[in-house]
Nanobody, 120 residues
Framework: QVQLVESGGGLVQSGGSLRLSCAAS?????VGWFRQAPGKEREFVAA????????YYADSMKGRFTISRDNAKNTVYLQMNSLKAEDTGVYYC????????????????WGKGTQVTVSS
């Protein structure tokens, strides 16, 4: 069973940046990031394929968020810039199984999440 651990969340002011990390033994998996805001459903943020590292983004994150991976470190990163109050939520990483990268049902193993709070 794959275990995923997210880190890097915290409190940041609007316009600021954070880099989230997702650590696990998943060099053979594609990985996605999702987030869940209070009172809302979990939504897709970004994903990166195993090789050659094709990247997928939700439209609202394009240009602000960058997903990357370092297979030597078994880590996937989510660089978040120009953060807005609406980016607040718990961010989860997950391993991709099959289907659409944009749907959470396509992922099997999930981390416990890391809280991101953006103050306006």
């Amino acid at each position: 069973q794959v275990q995923l651990v997210e880190s890097g969340g915290g409190l940041v002011q609007s316009g600021g940046s954070l880099r989230l990390s997702c650590a696990a033994s998943f060099t053979r998996y594609a990985v996605g990031w999702f987030r869940q805001a209070p009172g809302k459903e979990r939504e897709f943020v970004a994903a990166i394929s195993r090789t050659p590292g094709i990247k997928y983004y939700a439209d609202s994150m394009k240009g602000r968020f960058t997903i990357s991976r370092d297979n030597a470190k078994n880590t996937v990163y989510l660089q978040m810039n120009s953060l807005k109050a609406e980016d607040t939520g718990v961010y989860y990483c997950a391993t991709y199984l099959s289907g659409s990268y944009y749907q959470q049902g396509s992922y099997d193993y999930w981390g416990k999440g890391t809280q991101v709070t953006v103050s306006s």
